[in-house]
């Protein structure tokens, strides 16, 4: 039983940490952010059990004949883990409900685009505000004014691949994990690969619609005049990924293909 | 089905029309006055469905009543600008967890990055 807890413990420590680093090392998530991504949840979930099956086992080791103070801290980290996923889930979903409540107040709904409302703000900024079937994608009026027509379909085909994928559900559940285990490292680099991961994945599913360089435009345009900001999440490697996978071969194709049929005037 | 979520929708628009009011009103407003501006751009509506929006808008705490007056009187808790500040600084940044929140489409691109791009751009539309 002891050798058991051991195997599990080892299993557990190395899904804590040389695991996660070496995937977040690696080059190869960015080619394949959707496997990378199972590869993380797989991480995450394997991790916690191992560690809380690691913690059983020991207990019933030392303890065998009362096996019910044996599982005691076990089920007290299980509990703790879960305890700290409501926590997120109810807090987040709070601050979605607000900020829903202020977009029907301050946002018209877009004249042709269903669940889009348009923002009156000078600023060009799109989002989505993921809440299940009533997901919204807010567009400002400073993004309509400066996208054209294919780089404004780059820009929704990456916000509704994040509300039809339900990636705010992969990011609660990191988040979670994160809350629970604040001075772990590790958490806080989960967090900043899944949400990088995930930015890669819309991009692939705008990249399927629109050719390469008017999504690396919709970028751009979005980005300009945003410098003081721009130091946020722009150094996590994944971010960087995201701009330098449209530098590519294919971006070069792309940018061709655009240059035989000029989409801009 | 599809009646309901047409009457969620208008009932949402009907929220915005009323803040609009009480927004450009300096006093608090009755839901008479309310319905009297109202009135100046659309059709009729009934003082009850009027106090319903109210009643709406105070549990989410963009209006505020003074009980003591009959008819009871409105206002809006906050300004437009407030509120639109509080949106954006949500989307922007600044809030700890805008991340959990919302998705942005691109959250920062350094300046390094830009430049890149640019030069791709530049080569792919210009040669």
Known sequence: MLALACALAIVAVLLAWPAPVALARAAWPSRAPARALLVWQAIGLAGGLSMIGALALAGLAVAPTRPALAVTPAAALAAYL?????????????????????????????????????????????????????????????????????????????????????????LVAFRAWHAALPRFPVAGLAVREVAGLVELLADDSARRSVPDAVLARAILAVSAGRAAEAAEGAEAPRARDRVRRLGGGRATRAAARARATPARG | ??????????????????????????????????????????????????????????????????????????????????????????????????????????????????????RLLAGGEGG
């Open chain 1, 82 to 170: 879960l305890a700290h996923l409501a926590v997120v889930v109810v807090r987040v979903e709070r601050q979605r409900r607000r900020h829903h409540a202020l977009l029907e107040l301050l946002s018209s709904p877009h004249p042709t685009r269903k669940r889009t409302r348009v923002l009156d703000d000078a600023s060009p900024v799109a989002y989505c505000l993921p809440r299940g079937v009533r997901s919204l994608t807010v567009l400002s009026r400073g993004l309509l004014e400066r996208l054209e027509p294919d780089e404004l379909a780059a820009v929704v085909a990456h916000e509704r691949a994040h509300v039809e994928q339900r990636h705010d559900v992969l």
């Open chain 2, 1 to 118: 089905m599809a009646v309901e979520v047409a009457g969620v929708a208008s009932l949402g628009e009907l929220e915005r029309s009323v803040m609009d009011v009480l927004w450009e009103s300096d006093a608090p407003l009755t839901a008479y006055d309310v319905q009297a501006r109202l009135e100046r751009d659309r059709r009729p509506l009934a003082v009850t469905t009027l106090l319903t929006v109210l009643s709406r808008l105070e549990k989410k705490a963009f209006v505020s009543s003074d009980r003591s007056a009959r008819p009871h009187r409105y206002r809006a808790t906050a300004s437009r600008a407030d509120h639109v500040a509080e949106l954006m600084h949500e989307v922007l940044g600044g809030a700890a967890d805008r991340g959990a929140v919302l998705e942005r489409f691109v959250g920062g691109v350094s300046a390094e990055d830009a430049a890149m791009l640019r």
